[in-house]
């Protein structure tokens, strides 16, 4: 195997958490990003009434999944993508972690990602065996001619979001040299500052998806990160390919899930108030860090705001967290990310406003 696994990034964490734990007041929690808002009624609801499923279900999900997911593809992006051309994942993280082996990559062949993002694109190289290769732009691709170009817009740790010219130049170089480009899109419904585009929409990729793929997830979309519950749509090829092997490998979306699926797509009201308590907690805190010195930067989209006092990030880290305020270092995403922290603000409003007093404080 071509190069190795880091040590799980986040467990770097673990004294800094002990730390700010250690507050009178108690440990506000600003460093994953996972969603403590309730998992809407609408869901819930589905999921119970599909609770008895003694069958095994299909990896290729039920008919009224994928026809849900290529629904809400056409109405939120803008682009006609077939159902058959839509596969249902074990969230989004699976799906990213596994793509290239599940492609079979060959150990020679380059998997590209972002020089500052997720960890689980590198993780996907090396679990295939594949040379990983991280780039800061379109040249640095030009010149090293990857299998597999991931892209991440919006931008987990900074919330870059890439415009459509921008994307159209990387699906456009990647037809030519027989790449495949997949957008990691899953904060697609958290744009900020700008609106989002996906990689699928027309002024993109055209007409059709062929050599590009979007990785969706229903985690932050619709408060379901306990229910594992993402999909990837696209080329109709590669799905297919992907598909064959998820059937052999067993990779499938529990049957009650695919039903909560189909429900959270189906419903805007709990997307729309979602994002609301999320506008006022990113304000909230936004002002707050800026008036104790902190300089936000990037932040268009996604759901942390990426901030720096021009000082080491883990000098950051643990300043904040003798306040008893938990953040992640932006040196775990990659170098760039030495003098930033990223913080999320998938906090109740209750936390959201005891970080904002312990920062003015």
């Known amino acids: 195997m071509i190069g190795k696994l880091q040590d799980f990034p986040w467990a770097a964490l673990e004294p800094h958490l002990h730390r700010a734990a250690q507050h009178p007041d ?30 095994l279900p299909r990896t290729e999900g039920v008919p009224e999944l994928r026809e849900a997911v290529a629904r809400w593809i ?28 599940l492609l079979r ?34 040249a640095e691709l030009r010149a090293e001619r990857p299998r597999v170009v991931w892209l991440n817009s919006p931008s987990n740790p900074d919330g870059r979001v890439l415009g459509a010219a921008e994307l159209r ?37 055209g007409t059709d998806q062929h050599g590009v793929l979007a990785v969706h997830s229903l985690s932050k979309r619709s408060n379901m990160a306990g229910y594992r519950a993402g999909s990837v749509a696209g080329d109709p090829g590669v799905i297919r390919d992907l598909l064959e092997v998820r059937r052999h490998a067993g990779f499938v979306v529990p049957a009650p899930v695919q ?3 189909v429900a959270a797509l189906g419903d805007e009201d709990h997307v729309t108030a979602q ?6 907690r990113r304000a909230a805190l936004r002002e707050a860090l800026e008036q104790a010195g902190f300089r936000v930067e990037r932040s268009e989209a996604s759901l942390f705001l990426w901030a720096t006092l021009d000082q080491p990030c883990w000098d950051t880290v643990r300043d904040l967290a003798d306040l008893g305020v938990l953040v992640s270092p ?20 209750a936390q959201i406003e005891a970080a904002c007093a312990r920062l003015a404080a």
């Open 26 to 55: 108690g440990l506000v929690n600003l460093a994953f990003g996972t969603p403590v808002d309730p998992t809407p009624d609408v869901v819930r609801r589905a999921l119970r009434e599909a609770a008895d499923a003694p069958g």
């Open 74 to 101: 056409r109405e939120r992006i803008g682009a006609d993508v077939a159902p058959d051309a839509v596969l249902p994942v074990v969230g989004s993280k699976e799906l990213i972690a596994w793509l290239p082996a």
């Open 105 to 138: 990559v060959q150990p020679h062949e380059k998997v590209a990602f972002p020089a500052l993002g997720f960890p689980t694109f590198r993780a996907s190289a090396v679990l295939a065996g594949a040379v990983p290769f991280e780039y800061a732009g379109l």
């Open 169 to 205: 130049a990387v699906v456009e170089w990647a037809r030519e040299h027989g790449a495949l480009v997949v957008n990691d899109e899953c904060y697609l419904d958290h744009g900020w500052e700008t609106e989002p585009v996906s990689v699928l929409h027309p002024e993109v990729c």
């Open 259 to 261: 039903a909560a699926m």
């Open 275 to 280: 994002r609301e308590r999320y506008r006022r």
């Open 330 to 349: 932006g040196e775990l995403y990659g170098p760039d990310g030495a003098r930033h922290v990223r913080i999320a603000f998938t906090a109740t409003d």
